[in-house]
């Protein structure tokens, strides 16, 4: 049996009255105290909200994708739903990187063949 060391997490819904943007933070920050390598990808037109910084609305949720950053997760963002959604590298929150979406395919392949963790919410 492989040992889980990397955990891919998948948002493709910002939804702000939805728990599926907190628990994205949450679980990312979980699993790196745990000392697991997170990324979490961002990806479908409403997915990729979540990077985008000066978000208003109910949730802060710039501060907590920071924390996150700043504790090593890593943030991909799709470039197609970018790009459906008018964003660019300057709107995203600092640390975010916009990937093609076939890398976003790619990583789908990896973690599985690798036996790693793969959750979306």
């Not at 961002?42 to 710039?62: E, H, T």
């Not at 990937?99 to 973690?111: G, I, K, N, P, T």
């Amino acid at each position: 049996m492989t040992e889980i060391n990397r955990v891919l997490l998948l948002l493709k819904n910002m939804v702000y009255e939805s728990t599926s943007p907190q628990e994205t933070v949450r679980f990312a920050k979980y699993y790196r105290k745990k000392g697991l390598d997170v990324m979490v990808v961002l990806w479908g037109p409403m997915g990729v909200l979540l990077g985008k910084k000066d978000k208003s609305g109910a949730q802060a949720y710039d501060k907590s994708v920071n924390e996150c950053i700043d504790m090593g997760v890593r943030f991909k963002c799709c470039d197609l739903a970018c790009s459906m959604m008018g964003i660019c590298n300057y709107d995203l929150i600092e640390g975010i990187e916009i990937v093609e979406s076939y890398e976003v395919a790619e990583m789908f392949l990896e973690y599985q063949k690798d036996g790693q963790l793969i959750i979306s919410l």
